[in-house]
């Protein structure tokens, strides 16, 4: 399995799989580490999500990681224990001892609910013992229900349950005193007040039939409402920077979550949180909602980091890539660069052309060289590099016309020809940055003879747009009107200032065709 991944996400709830989907459908490396411990794991169903209203958690999360899986993404079970930076990426620690490396890191831990210290809740929690009336208000609708109030949020519990069921209690436990205006709203939505506190639940079977007060009195309930205390589940995050913060309501701390902007990201760059770890009051719908957004963010940030990096590669290769250097590497790396066959543009042009004295600007391994000279050319053969140069001499030698070429080791645009010395010059696909190939260009223009005649050839602009192998260097690609344009008209007829279509076949084998940009010009006597 791959150890370093675009992205690793931490938590395979609904915000951790939301982003995973995301993520994997925009084609990004993706690895989800879910512990399996989900926090609504208790309940028997989701609700408020719209098309998955009433699905059981279990099943929700496993439609998920099937379609995270189906897209290439992985899931995996383990806990992140501890978690880097390292250079640009980030290293996580799994239990069991397996090291992650991601760019980019999606936390969607969620959260602890901490409930009060009232015997038998947590048995019950998320069946009748209760917190959201979003989420379970309809399914005990009319039916006995208490609010434990053990904090000043109570009161506004009570005030919300009152929506769902007419028989709602307040069970005072341990809360503020109340003031004359809860009491009196209290008394208005016909909610008693019941002093407490709560000793125990009292469950018959497998369902609460009331609580116990410490008095020893049961006060007769169907559910037992809590205000539970949240704690963002982010300790291997310490080793980032990030800790939760509390978080208020009312003046009232609630519970813990990581901060960050609208997106998710936090203040470490690389770093976003989506769902519970980040939003106390997120349900379900909200979550995956969460971790979409921080999956769309996390991936544009990605692109943004590729595009440095690739602005980055090419300025180098262009800085690098038409030296000597280069292209003795590439010469190196292969029995054979070009296919040995002269160039059909040449051919077309100088078949009929009389033989004389030739420039073959970028030789390469002497093909068209080699054919110039079995036509009767004197030809100066010169390249950039030794190897091909090497090459092209034994190509000569094979075909018998070594003695009608001299090949020079030269950088025309450092060592520029003869002026006014060939009856023809030749430069096929010659493609350098813009300044460059016009300085050179001009001086091959000044390397014909009067009469002679001047051959440019390149890959049309157009060819970017197919699949021909040509690298993307459209600052670099020119049409033929683009150098003739920079023939004086005084000393230059156009001959041909064309863009010819050839066939050629793609790197996946297939027929295609390519276009050349093809000038012949013949320089006035």
Avoid at 141 to 147: E, P
Avoid at 471 to 491: C, F, G, N, S
Wanted: glycine share 10%; aromatic share 4%; charged share 20%.
């Amino acid at each position: 399995m791959d150890d370093r991944y675009d992205v690793v996400v931490v938590g395979g709830g609904a915000a951790g799989l939301a982003g995973a989907l995301a993520l994997a459908r925009a084609r990004r490396s993706v690895l989800v580490v879910d512990a399996g411990e989900p926090r609504n794991a208790p309940a028997a169903h989701v609700h408020n999500y719209l098309s998955r209203e009433g699905t059981a958690p279990g099943e929700l999360l496993a439609a998920g990681r099937a379609e995270v899986t189906g897209y290439g993404g992985q899931v995996v079970t383990g806990r992140v224990e501890a978690a880097a930076r390292d250079g640009g990426d980030f290293t996580l620690t799994l239990d069991g001892g397996r090291t992650v490396r991601a760019r980019r890191l999606l936390v969607a831990t969620g959260l602890v609910d901490e409930l009060p210290d009232v015997p038998g809740l947590a048995q019950r929690w998320g069946r009748d013992v209760l917190h959201c009336p979003y989420c379970h208000g309809w399914e005990v609708r009319d039916r006995r229900i208490g609010v434990l109030a053990t904090g000043p949020t109570g009161v506004h519990q009570a005030q919300m349950w009152r929506q769902w069921s007419p028989h709602v209690l307040l069970l005072h436990h341990g809360a503020p005193p109340l003031t004359a205006d809860e009491a009196e709203q209290l008394a208005a939505r016909e909610i008693p007040v019941v002093d407490g506190p709560v000793a125990d639940l009292v469950v018959e079977g497998d369902a609460i039939t009331g609580v116990r007060l410490a008095d020893g009195e049961v006060v007769a309930l169907d559910a037992v409402v809590v205000a539970s205390r949240t704690t963002a589940r982010a300790e291997f995050l310490a080793g980032l920077g990030l800790t939760p913060v509390d978080v208020e309501i009312g003046g009232h701390v609630v519970g813990t979550q990581i901060p960050a902007d609208a997106t998710g990201a936090t203040d470490v760059p690389g770093v976003w949180v989506a769902g519970n770890v980040a939003n106390v009051l997120a349900q379900v719908i909200v979550s995956a909602a969460g971790g979409l957004a921080a999956g769309a963010a996390i991936n544009a940030d990605l692109i943004a980091e590729d595009t440095r990096e690739a602005v980055h590669a090419r300025r180098h290769q262009v800085a690098t890539m038409f030296t000597e250097e280069a292209w003795e590497e590439r010469y190196s790396a292969r029995p054979s660069v070009w296919s040995g066959r002269p160039n059909p543009q040449l051919v077309a042009e100088a078949a009929a052309l009389t033989p004389g004295r030739a420039l073959d600007v970028g030789s390469g391994e002497g093909a068209d060289a080699v054919w110039l000279a079995q036509r009767g050319w004197q030809v100066s053969g010169v390249d950039i590099s030794r190897t091909a140069l090497k090459r092209a001499a034994g190509h000569a030698e094979a075909a018998g016309v070594a003695a009608r070429i001299d090949w020079v080791h030269a950088d025309l645009r450092e060592q520029p020809p003869a002026e006014a010395a060939y009856d023809l010059v030749s430069a096929q696909f010659m493609h350098l940055p813009a300044d460059e190939r016009r300085e050179l260009f001009a001086r091959l223009a000044a390397a014909v003879a009067p009469g002679g005649t001047l051959l440019i050839v390149g890959h049309h602009p157009r060819d970017l747009r197919t699949a021909a192998h040509r690298m993307h260097m459209p600052e670099m690609m020119y049409t033929a009107d683009d150098v003739a344009a920079q023939l004086d008209p005084a000393r230059w007829e156009i001959v041909a200032a064309q863009e010819r279509p050839r066939p050629a076949v793609d790197p996946e084998g297939r027929d295609m065709t390519v276009h050349d940009a093809v000038l012949v010009a013949r320089r006035r006597p």
